[in-house]
């Protein structure tokens, strides 16, 4: 495996990004820890999105070369399981917006897979594959018809909603909603059995191939890391809100680096 370009940028720049890379002799991944939609937290120092993808960074690092892509969802989802203790289990039972979660991506050098579990994407030579969540479209699409609402009657502005997304407050139950649906319609790592059916396998033959891994943040996937951000750049350009050329659950905010923390890395293998 031979490591081309890498890069992580924050969301905002002003904290540090819920995403994180991992390169170890026998695995690549990005991880994208999901964005907290409460204000509790698990550890002091850092948001639980930034937490699980803490977490899981450190699983990988220890892998065996050896590992399966069962084995790997099993015992991530220990991993971050065992944060949890046990007086908190009902807790996290019942209320999974309270959980460490994230999305990841994973190539097994030994096994030449690429295992996607949750809202991931990739490029493998010119084949473009994703992985997401089955009622993201459906939400992003209800903000965009609300933030489309409000400008026509008069109640916001551009402007407004990048200064204050009333849109994306509106569809938040819907986030909250969906999220019971976490590992049962849809897979991530939350420390809850990961469907075996939800999670993506996509194997390699032994031809000469170069990948790339990312995280969602790059609403348009290109072969290189410059040709992303200039896709995502002329994004912000044309729709800042994030509801015609590309829908989104968040808006790139004023003072943003971007709408979303986005890691890039493409290899050879």
């Given at each position: 495996?031979?490591i081309?370009?890498?890069?992580?940028?924050?969301k905002?720049?002003?904290?540090k990004?819920?995403?994180?890379?991992?390169?170890?002799?026998?695995?690549?991944?990005?991880?994208?820890?999901?964005?907290?939609?409460?204000n509790?937290?698990?550890?002091?120092?850092?948001?639980?999105?930034?937490?699980?993808?803490?977490?899981?960074?450190r699983?990988?690092?220890?892998?065996?070369?050896?590992?399966?892509?069962?084995?790997?969802?099993?015992?991530?989802?220990?991993?971050?399981?065992?944060?949890?203790?046990r007086?908190?289990?009902?807790?996290?039972?019942?209320?999974?917006?309270?959980?460490?979660?994230?999305?990841?991506?994973?190539?097994?050098r030994?096994?030449?897979?690429?295992w996607?579990?949750?809202?991931?994407?990739c490029?493998?030579?010119?084949?473009?594959?994703?992985?997401?969540?089955?009622?993201?479209?459906?939400?992003?699409?209800?903000?965009?018809?609300?933030?489309?609402?409000?400008?026509?009657?008069?109640?916001?502005?551009?402007e407004?909603?990048?200064?204050?997304?009333?849109?994306?407050?509106?569809?938040?139950?819907?986030?909250?909603?969906?999220?019971?649906?976490?590992?049962?319609?849809?897979?991530?790592?939350?420390?809850?059995?990961?469907?075996?059916?939800k999670?993506?396998?996509?194997?390699?033959?032994?031809?000469?191939?170069?990948?790339?891994?990312?995280?969602?943040?790059?609403?348009?996937?290109?072969?290189?890391?410059?040709?992303?951000?200039?896709?995502?750049?002329?994004?912000?350009?044309?729709?800042?809100?994030?509801?015609?050329?590309?829908?989104?659950?968040?808006?790139?905010?004023?003072?943003?680096?971007?709408?979303?923390?986005?890691?890039?890395i493409?290899?050879?293998?």
């Amino acid at each position: 495996m031979k490591i081309i370009e890498q890069q992580i940028i924050s969301k905002d720049p002003k904290k540090k990004p819920e995403d994180a890379i991992v390169v170890t002799a026998d695995f690549i991944a990005v991880i994208d820890g999901s964005t907290s939609k409460t204000n509790s937290r698990l550890s002091w120092w850092m948001s639980n999105g930034r937490y699980a993808a803490t977490i899981i960074s450190r699983y990988i690092k220890k892998m065996p070369a050896t590992t399966t892509s069962a084995e790997f969802c099993r015992g991530v989802t220990a991993a971050i399981k065992k944060k949890y203790g046990r007086r908190h289990a009902e807790l996290y039972a019942t209320h999974p917006e309270e959980r460490l979660t994230a999305s990841c991506i994973v190539y097994s050098r030994l096994r030449r897979e690429i295992w996607m579990v949750g809202d991931c994407q990739c490029l493998v030579g010119d084949n473009y594959f994703d992985n997401p969540k089955p009622s993201e479209q459906l939400v992003a699409n209800q903000r965009a018809e609300e933030a489309r609402r409000l400008i026509d009657e008069g109640k916001a502005t551009v402007e407004s909603l990048l200064d204050n997304d009333i849109a994306r407050e509106a569809i938040i139950p819907r986030l909250l909603e969906e999220m019971r649906n976490q590992n049962v319609t849809y897979a991530v790592v939350d420390g809850f059995p990961i469907p075996r059916q939800k999670v993506k396998v996509i194997p390699l033959d032994f031809s000469p191939w170069t990948i790339v891994l990312a995280s969602d943040g790059y609403p348009f996937l290109k072969p290189t890391l410059s040709e992303s951000e200039e896709a995502l750049e002329e994004q912000r350009r044309r729709d800042p809100l994030n509801i015609t050329t590309f829908k989104a659950t968040k808006a790139f905010r004023r003072g943003m680096n971007s709408f979303d923390d986005r890691s890039y890395i493409r290899f050879t293998v």
